[in-house]
């Protein structure tokens, strides 16, 4: 059983930066693709950002160019630096690990606890 803890979240004024970090348990950590999701109030749970077990990413369009994922398999982590937050990033995040099925990116394990960003003047 995989076991994700997300942290890093907080409170942060409009522009400014976080960066969360995930830490995943077990042993096969390298080969799995891995991706941060946000979840709004009210609002369908969505993939932001992955990073596939070769280093490709991709980052839904409201996130593109503002947030950066990464990760080390050495540490069983992967991160996501988030710069020029808005209002509109404030959420809960979670890290989980994805696999393609039927065309739609789908979680792989069951969720952690995420870790709230808030994004407020």
């Known amino acids: 059983q995989v076991q994700l803890v997300e942290s890093g979240g907080g409170l942060v004024r409009p522009g400014g930066s976080l960066r969360l970090s995930c830490a995943a348990s077990?042993?096969?950590?390298?080969?799995?693709?891995m991706g941060w999701y946000r979840q709004a109030p009210g609002k369908q749970r969505e993939l932001v950002a992955s990073?596939?077990?070769?280093?490709?990413?991709d980052y839904a369009d409201s996130v593109k160019g503002r947030f950066t994922i990464s990760r080390d398999n050495a540490k069983n982590t992967v991160s996501l630096q988030m710069n020029s937050l808005n209002p509109e990033d404030t959420a809960v995040y979670y890290c989980?690990?994805?696999?393609?099925?039927?065309?739609?990116?789908?979680?792989?394990?069951?969720w952690g606890q995420g870790t709230q960003v808030t994004v407020s003047s």
């Open positions: 990073i596939t077990n070769g280093g490709t990413t």
């Open positions: 989980n690990a994805v696999q393609k099925t039927g065309g739609i990116w789908r979680p792989r394990f069951n």
């Open positions: 077990g042993s096969i950590f390298r080969i799995y693709d």
